[in-house]
């Protein structure tokens, strides 16, 4: 109840002046286009995200603004990017999806030393896939992105599909205070130990949205990155039929969502494709019902008065071009099996080591991930791997590998239609996702728990392809 009431507590007391979505090129004063170096700035920052009427937001951000610039580069193209940490605290930047080179990967300790205070890193890779991404923090990450650090990273087709307008929604979700201010107390060792820390305030691109406006007869692709630290979403697009049409930036089979509602973990994506119908004026809410009783309207999209912008849905292909994925030979692939263990009422309870409250087969890293950890698996060079995430535990995980897209199996020992790939994969209390991959990334990679707090406190682990 508290997260409803929270959020009616902001909706009635502000004034809601931006629009909840922004197209992406309208972030045009913060967009960036590579090869040429761009500078990001990690800092404390102030944010208007519940009206201007209420008191800024202290945050930290890339930037300057809470999420971090759009960041654009041409599939295949050069990206560089120079990082300048003005926190009082180590940082680095992880590049979340894209398959780039190991020393790349924003690890600390594991895959670069920490960026320290005052400090630079420049990244620079070539990204294969086209596709919708997104950039964090991958030090004290718990923190770090629950105060703000988080963007999306956008890699262009070279012939995207054919649409009237591009939207993006960067989601977050905030635990503020009555005067806005994010609240203290990160890493309570009983929300680490269920769903995470859940926030009482969601917002779209960094405000609490107000209605997006939307044409009749428009074609939109709609962008979504769940960049929440905990909060799983279950979107429910009222009187429309989207179309999923890439999961996690790699294109799919186009399809509506499955039962109705598109369900993205922490650090998952979607690309929809959104036709508009004939219904100037009218309004139509999009709804987050993955808690049930504490369903609440994300946005709503409001039909512009006008003329439709045309008669007929426009008859062109949805379909994205594929990327350059390795495909997995499961004839020749070697099989491994990770049990996700722990959390209230999975046994080890809060009682484990090091603050740990989570395992995977017995082991839990914790923290920024201790690196003197034997590895949880190293794995043969191109070879396929099919690894069996099974979940003992009552809650669920986003499950996220670093430099792979793995190709989604089975879940509970069904086959999964169509080719699903990602990078982060929910797994439901109790159930058991197989993925298939091509180990063909050399390097030490993280594969961990996106609910910030699992993460820290256990539920990651490293895969040494070698
Ligand atoms: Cu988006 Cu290791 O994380
Ligand atoms: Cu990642
Ligand atoms: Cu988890």
Not at 64 to 83: D, I, K, T, Y
Not at 261 to 288: C, E, K, N, Q, T
Request: proline share 8%; net charge neutral; hydrophobic share 45%.
């Amino acid at each position: 109840p508290l997260e409803l009431t929270r959020r009616q507590f902001w909706k009635a007391g502000g004034a809601l002046a931006l629009a909840g979505a922004l197209p992406a090129r309208g972030h045009a004063a913060t967009a960036t286009s590579a090869p040429a170096s761009l500078r990001l700035t990690a800092a404390p920052a102030r944010a208007s995200m519940v009206g201007d009427d209420h008191p800024a937001t202290a945050v930290w951000a890339y930037g300057g603004s809470v999420p971090g610039p759009v960041l654009r580069v041409r599939q295949g193209a050069r990206f560089r990017a120079v990082v300048e940490n003005r926190l009082d605290e180590d940082t680095t930047v992880h590049w979340h999806g894209i398959r780039l080179p190991n020393a790349m990967d924003g690890v600390p300790g594991l895959t670069q030393p920490p960026i320290r205070p005052g400090a630079r890193f420049t990244y620079e890779f070539t990204p294969p896939d086209a596709g919708t991404f997104w950039y964090h923090p991958h030090d004290n990450s718990l923190v770090q992105q629950g105060r703000g650090l988080a963007g999306a990273l956008i890699v262009e087709e070279a012939e995207p599909p054919r649409v009237d307008r591009e939207l993006l929604w960067v989601i977050q979700d905030w635990r503020l205070t009555r005067d806005a201010q994010v609240a203290l107390g990160f890493g309570g060792r009983m929300e680490a130990a269920m769903a995470g820390r859940l926030g009482n305030t969601v917002t779209v691109n960094g405000r609490v949205p107000d209605d997006v406006p939307v044409r009749a007869g428009e074609r939109v692709r709609l962008r979504i990155v769940n960049a929440a630290t905990a909060r799983i979403v279950a979107l429910r697009f009222e009187g429309h039929r989207p179309l999923v049409v890439a999961l996690d930036g790699q294109p799919c089979e186009p399809h509506e969502p499955v039962g109705g509602r598109l369900l993205l973990g922490p650090a998952m994506r979607a690309d929809l494709i959104l036709d508009m119908a004939d219904r100037p004026g009218s309004r139509h809410a999009v709804i987050d019902g993955f808690h049930d009783r504490l369903a609440y309207e994300l946005v709503a999209l409001a039909y512009e008065r006008g003329a439709p912008l045309r008669e007929h849905a426009l008859d062109a292909s949805v379909r994205l071009p594929p990327n350059p994925l390795p495909q997995p030979d499961l004839a020749t692939a070697e099989r491994h099996e990770l049990v996700l263990q722990g959390g209230m009422m999975g046994g080890m309870g809060m009682m484990g080591m090091r603050g740990a409250a989570w395992a995977i087969n017995g082991m839990s890293m914790t923290g920024k991930g201790d690196t003197h950890m034997p590895p949880l698996l190293s794995l043969a060079r191109r070879r396929t791997c099919v690894l069996s995430l099974r979940n003992e535990t009552a809650w669920w995980h986003p499950m996220h590998l670093h430099g792979h897209s793995f190709l989604v199996l089975m879940r509970n020992g069904t086959a999964v239609a169509g080719a699903e790939w990602g990078d982060t994969v929910l797994v439901e209390p109790r159930q058991t996702v197989e993925v298939a991959f091509v180990a063909d990334n050399p390097g030490a990679w993280m594969l961990h728990c996106h609910v910030m707090d699992h993460e820290v406190s256990g539920l990651m682990g490293v895969l040494r392809v070698a």
